[in-house]
């Protein structure tokens, strides 16, 4: 999904060429090649997607985790934190997008890799560095002491707030790319034809470069919401008790039950959920698509 | 088409660019406040730091339960890299300008582990390697690691490949050449950058993963990411923090090497991981 | 949010009334770093005068263009619109309608929609605009197809939504960018005399840029021809074409004879020159002024003859005739140099002479002119 939604979002950097017509002789010995990918995808990820699935449905795991209201409220606590952490991931995202692609060359490497090294580093990292900034006496709350704004440190972590932050954090990068990709595509020149028709920069930014770059926020959006409905470390360093997502149940259920066939279900009904979304997402998008004007 | 730059003419950028100070800051500070928090002189986290000292540092290396975190993760990601380019490369090579029926659902399995959440995946293996019985060492979490590290180096393989005309390959087998030697001479320049790039993102994807790793982790099998999450539960020690900037280095060095890439290609499009 | 210069005046679009849209560029200069694009360009454009700069690329017309639009800020000189200098003002306040290469049409929006964007940016009432802006559809041929996205439009409509989005709001000028280099042979003629007739029922101003000579001489009233960003011949096309002050002019406007040339003595527009083996000539003389001098005879301005001149003129052996359709072209080595001569085929072909024959050519004096020889 990642792939093909970055793709759609970049004209042109669809898959490879198609071949000319294949010579049947040597086509077989060239399958081989797939052979041990097919293999190893088979045995060591369809075999246990398989049995997980399978075991989801062994005594009535469903109706078990259906009816824990801890279940139903880490449901709601995915949802809620994926929604808002995706609409504040594309604003931002989109703001980054937007700078790095009105900077020139060397401006743009840098800031490239200004986005890069997060998204190269790893969540528990990022996740402990900004707990270390929003700790009680961490660098935010004395700052804030500093210039006399407060006088007790203001509780930063272990909260909702925090969670969103993190995971913001985390999920800009994947907001960033698609969207540039977009702009990357627009024609400069139709930023010229609409000021030389009278349009001020605010003008350009909403009749133009705003409609013209959608498809990457969409796109964006859909990526970076699919990808916030499993966070699981986030919620955990940096929430409260009352901030679980639906992956830290799956947890519980595996590890601290030992309720397997619970624990499947409740992966099963993560996955079919964030699949419902993400196609009503994109039919709704679809059937706007359709109606787009001035 | 035409030499002026036509999207910055006479722009007037600097509301924007002030506005996106703070986000830039926002991305960046955390991940570089890393370093300077693991050479605090402190016994406690604090930031900015007392004072300079590499005591963090040593006591990190002094600390079995830490220096074997850190070859578990080592020997993980070694797994991963040597199966992910193997298997991501051959099948990108094995796709590379053939078009047969059931291409598409060998592209989609070959692709699919990145689109499931990790906890799932977890899961699933956790409760694979039980059933199977191999628990209690690192090979399971370094399978895992490959399961998700190979659509990585397929990618960044088949970007590399795009550039190679299909009919070079047919035409060195119309001069004999069998598939070994097709492979070294014709294939192997062209996606040498791919393959490197690809078992960068191995490494990085295997060195960082934290999700399956705790599902399956085992006395003699805590890798450093595991390792950190429970430790951070109840304390923000000093070896976290230091276990975080031996991180955030390697991320460091993944980037400079792209960095350094993307500089003689002179393309911003391929810093972008996936779309590249 | 007052633009004083561009608030939308009642005239009907189509009235050629009150003629404005004086060009003037003083002295413009572009640098980037230690390049110069545009070197102390001295150009102006009269009102409803139809303009060409014309130059291969990194000629520094298109620099020019868009200097005088807005979109570059020139490093040093003045640009003034109407007399009034523009300098310091933003494209949007320009009042100039711009047509760019491949267009640059909203891809979001519906032709009309894109006519009209000028006319909302002014804030003109939505029926106002409307009402104007289906009139310039109207007026472009494209009566009902205001609904339609730029990609649902062929090339031609393409150009000309275009042309109505730049003419809409009553612009003091009209400044085209290769506006036809994206059509095929057939549809560009027919684009151009279009155009050209539309700029005449308009009386407005064209300032336009392109590399293809056959182009600027179909529509200029002037053509600027331009070279490493400087002007080297301004003038109407026929003078431009039949009297280039540059051997690289004469080549660049199409094909011709050059032929070197010592100057025995010039006055009265007139030169008497020594061809070498071709003997006398007396050509046409403009002043140009340089070291090494030669003369330039268009192919189709040297006719066969049935006996040898005085001057003007030259023998020598026919050695190639290729029919090309309507003209033949004729190679024949004379006086030590392969001259072309081309005819009408109507005219019969060098009367039948087969290659190798001895012919006599000349030309007139007034179709000769003596210039520069740069290189």
């Known amino acids: 999904m990642a792939q093909a939604t970055l793709a759609r979002a970049r004209p042109g950097a669809g898959g490879p060429p198609s071949g000319a017509p294949p010579k049947r002789r040597r086509r077989a010995g060239w399958l081989l090649l797939l052979a041990p990918v097919v293999v190893f995808d088979v045995l060591l990820f369809l075999t246990p997607l398989g049995k997980l699935i399978g075991s989801s449905f062994t005594g009535g795991a469903y109706a078990r985790v259906l009816a824990d209201p801890l279940v139903t409220r880490s449901l709601v606590n995915t949802l809620s934190i994926a929604l808002t952490s995706t609409a504040v991931t594309v604003v931002l995202g989109y703001v980054i997008a937007l700078v790095l692609w009105r900077s020139g060359t060397v401006m743009r490497v840098i800031l490239f890799a200004v986005v890069l090294l997060p998204f190269w580093t790893g969540i528990l990292v990022k996740n402990f560095a900004w707990a270390v900034l929003l700790q009680d006496n961490g660098l935010v709350n004395g700052f804030l002491h500093n210039i006399g704004l407060i006088n007790a440190p203001l509780p930063l972590l272990h909260n909702r707030f925090a969670v969103i932050v993190g995971m913001v954090h985390c999920l800009l990068p994947y907001a960033v790319f698609p969207i540039f990709s977009s702009l990357a595509a627009i024609d400069g020149r139709l930023a010229l034809a609409a000021r030389s028709l009278g349009a001020r920069e605010a003008a350009v930014f909403r009749r133009i470069t705003l409609p013209l770059s959608a498809p990457g926020i969409s796109a964006a959006g859909l990526l970076v919401f699919i990808i916030s409905t499993g966070f699981f470390i986030t919620p955990v360093v940096m929430g409260g008790p009352g901030d679980m997502m639906i992956a830290n149940e799956i947890d519980y259920y595996a590890r601290q039950l030992t309720d397997f066939p619970g624990a499947a279900a409740l992966a099963v009904i993560l996955t079919v959920l964030v699949s419902i979304i993400a196609a009503v997402y994109q039919r709704v998008l679809k059937a706007g698509g359709q109606h787009e004007t001035l | ?276 | 949010m007052s633009t004083p210069t561009i608030a939308p005046t009642a005239r009907q679009p189509g009235t050629a009334t009150a003629r404005k849209g004086a060009i003037e560029l003083r002295q413009v200069r572009k640098t980037y770093g230690e390049v110069v694009a545009v070197d102390r360009l001295d150009l102006s454009i009269q009102p409803g005068e139809f303009v060409t700069l014309l130059g291969p690329s990194g000629s520094g017309k298109t620099t020019t263009m868009m200097m005088v639009a807005g979109f570059e800020e020139h490093t040093s000189g003045s640009v003034m619109i109407d007399g009034a200098p523009v300098d310091s003002l933003p494209p949007r306040e320009r009042n100039l309608g711009v047509v760019f290469q491949n267009y640059a049409l909203f891809p979001h929006m519906s032709a009309r929609e894109n006519v009209e964007f000028a006319l909302r940016m002014r804030r003109v009432p939505k029926a106002e605009s409307r009402r104007r802006a289906d009139d310039a559809l109207d007026r472009v041929g494209l009566a009902g197809l205001g609904g339609r996205k730029p990609r649902q439009l062929s090339g031609g409509q393409q150009q000309r939504v275009a042309l109505a989005r730049a003419l809409v709001f009553n612009p003091a000028a009209l400044l085209l960018d290769e506006p036809m280099a994206a059509l095929d042979k057939r549809l560009r003629e027919h684009m151009q005399e279009e155009i050209k007739a539309l700029q005449k029922s308009l009386g407005i101003s064209v300032l336009f840029v392109t590399h293809d000579q056959d182009e600027a001489m179909a529509m200029s009233d002037r053509i600027v021809v331009m070279k490493d960003g400087r002007i080297v011949q301004s003038g109407p096309p026929e003078e431009v074409y039949n009297h280039p002050v540059t051997d690289w002019v004469a080549s660049f406007l199409g094909d011709t004879n050059l032929i070197p040339a010592t100057v025995i003595s010039r006055e009265g527009g007139e030169a008497v020159v020594d061809l070498g083996g071709l003997g006398a000539g007396r050509v046409r003389d403009r002043g140009a002024r340089g070291d090494k001098y030669a003369v330039s005879i268009r192919p189709e301005h040297l006719t066969f003859r049935v006996a040898p001149g005085r001057e003007n003129s030259g023998t020598g052996e026919l050695v190639s005739s290729t029919n090309l359709g309507a003209t033949i072209r004729h190679r024949i080595m004379a006086g030590g140099r392969e001259l072309q001569l081309r005819e009408l085929s109507s005219n019969g072909g060098a009367a039948g002479q087969p290659a190798g024959a001895t012919v006599h050519v000349g030309w007139d004096a007034d179709k000769a002119q003596l210039l520069v020889l740069e290189g």
């Open chain 2, 1 to 276: 088409m035409k030499r002026f730059s036509a999207p910055r003419a006479g722009i007037r950028r600097k509301p924007l660019s002030l506005l996106s100070l703070p986000v830039f800051a926002f991305l960046v500070v955390p991940t570089l406040i890393v370093v300077p928090v693991a050479l605090n002189n402190s016994r406690y986290i604090t930031f900015p730091p007392d004072g300079i000292s590499l005591a963090a540092v040593q006591g990190f290396f002094a600390d079995p339960a830490w220096t074997s975190a850190l070859s578990a993760s080592m020997q993980a990601a070694a797994i991963a890299v040597v199966l992910g380019v193997v298997f991501g490369a051959s099948a990108a090579i094995g796709l590379h300008g053939r078009k047969f029926p059931g291409q598409q659902a060998v592209v989609g399995l070959v692709l699919a582990p990145m689109i499931v959440p990790t906890v799932v995946l977890a899961l699933a293996f956790y409760q694979f390697f039980i059933s199977v019985g191999l628990v209690g060492s690192i090979v399971p979490i370094g399978l895992a690691h490959a399961v998700i590290a190979t659509p990585y180096v397929y990618l960044t393989t088949r970007a590399s490949l795009a550039g190679l005309n299909p009919a070079l390959v047919r035409s060195a087998q119309s001069l004999g050449a069998g598939t070994l030697s097709v492979f070294r001479h014709v294939h192997m320049p062209v996606i040498l950058p791919g393959l490197i790039s690809g078992a960068l993102f191995a490494f990085s994807v295997s060195i960082d993963e934290t999700v399956m790793s705790l599902f399956m982790q085992s006395p003699g099998a805590t890798t450093l990411p595991v390792k950190m999450f429970t430790d951070i539960q109840f304390n923000l020690t000093p070896k976290i923090a230091v276990s975080s900037a031996l991180l955030v280095t390697v991320a460091t060095i993944g980037l400079l090497i792209q960095v350094v890439y993307v500089l003689k290609r002179r393309s911003t499009a391929r810093m972008m991981p996936l779309a590249a």
